[in-house]
């Protein structure tokens, strides 16, 4: 799309807050920023969190966190003085899913995996997103293979609105000096191996020379892992 385009071009060597504070006055009261406590979305918290500008932060719990994650988000609450909203998947669907494939379905199949992650992702961020008109994520190209081809501005075809990664073009090293310089508050989990944190039953800690999702639904191929969230 062409307005793509020139937005992408427009803001190609800008720094991370000059992004923000545009797409933040651009669609003022329309634009929400999702996060899942990432190394990447704490980052995006602290920025959007110093704008002073409103924006609607809000998570997906899937009911299959990590406990860390859990602390992280009151603890996070607490630092940047915010309400991060969350939103649970419909328990209809859960229910009825787990009742006829299993607890833990997700093993047996990707399309078991992938409805599973429609079911306790896709669906409440169809919800979360409703009524918005772009939101912003925590991307990176860097991360996976599924990751290379992520730009500033995008176009959500699933959402039908535009979506933002400001930090498409960081480096792991530098996520992690602005978390250093800034004290900002990741999960404790990173500090025991892990270097991409999910659903627990779905993740893992990494070893020397795995790339930083190897540990995201490890029993699957390179090419199949992503929840579906991020489709562009
Ligand atoms: Fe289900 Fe695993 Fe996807 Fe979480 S990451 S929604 S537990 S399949």
Same mark, same amino acid.
């Given at each position: 799309?062409?307005?793509?385009?020139?937005?992408?071009?427009?803001?190609?060597?800008?720094?991370?807050?000059?992004?923000?504070?545009?797409?933040?006055?651009?669609?003022?009261?329309?634009?929400?920023?999702?996060?899942?406590?990432?190394?990447?979305?704490?980052?995006?918290?602290?920025?959007?969190?110093?704008?002073?500008?409103?924006?609607?932060?809000? %998570?997906?719990?899937?009911?299959?966190?990590?406990?860390?994650?859990?602390?992280?988000?009151?603890?996070?609450?607490?630092?940047?003085?915010?309400?991060?909203?969350?939103?649970?998947?419909?328990?209809?669907?859960?229910?009825?899913?787990?009742? %006829?494939?299993?607890?833990?379905?997700?093993?047996?199949?990707?399309?078991?995996?992938?409805?599973?992650?429609?079911?306790?992702?896709?669906?409440?961020?169809?919800?979360?997103?409703?009524?918005?008109?772009?939101?912003?994520?925590?991307?990176?190209?860097?991360?996976?293979?599924?990751?290379?081809?992520?730009?500033?501005?995008?176009?959500?075809?699933?959402?039908?609105?535009?979506?933002?990664?400001?930090?498409?073009?960081? %480096?792991?090293?530098?996520?992690?000096?602005?978390?250093?310089?800034?004290?900002?508050?990741?999960?404790?989990?990173?500090?025991?191996?892990? %270097?991409?944190?999910?659903?627990?039953?779905?993740?893992?800690?990494?070893?020397?020379?795995?790339?930083?999702?190897?540990?995201?639904?490890?029993?699957?191929?390179?090419?199949?892992?992503?929840?579906?969230?991020?489709?562009?």
């Amino acid at each position: 799309m062409q307005h793509i385009d020139v937005l992408n071009n427009r803001f190609a060597d800008s720094e991370v807050t000059e992004v923000l504070n545009f797409f933040l006055d651009q669609y003022s009261g329309r634009i929400a920023f999702a996060t899942s406590y990432s190394i990447e979305d704490q980052v995006l918290t602290h920025l959007l969190a110093s704008t002073g500008k409103s924006v609607k932060i809000f %998570t997906l719990d899937t009911g299959r966190l990590p406990e860390e994650t859990y602390k992280l988000i009151g603890s996070t609450n607490e630092r940047y003085n915010i309400n991060v909203k969350v939103y649970f998947p419909e328990y209809q669907s859960v229910e009825k899913m787990v009742q %006829t494939k299993g607890m833990n379905l997700f093993y047996d199949s990707v399309e078991n995996r992938k409805e599973c992650c429609h079911v306790r992702k896709l669906e409440p961020l169809k919800r979360a997103l409703s009524g918005e008109d772009a939101w912003i994520a925590g991307l990176r190209r860097e991360q996976s293979v599924t990751r290379e081809g992520v730009n500033l501005v995008e176009f959500d075809k699933r959402h039908c609105i535009i979506k933002i990664n400001p930090l498409y073009n960081w %480096t792991e090293d530098k996520v992690w000096d602005f978390i250093k310089q800034h004290k900002v508050p990741v999960s404790s989990l990173y500090g025991k191996g892990f %270097t991409s944190i999910g659903c627990a039953p779905c993740t893992r800690a990494v070893t020397a020379g795995e790339s930083i999702r190897e540990g995201r639904w490890w029993w699957e191929n390179p090419d199949t892992k992503e929840c579906g969230l991020h489709v562009s």
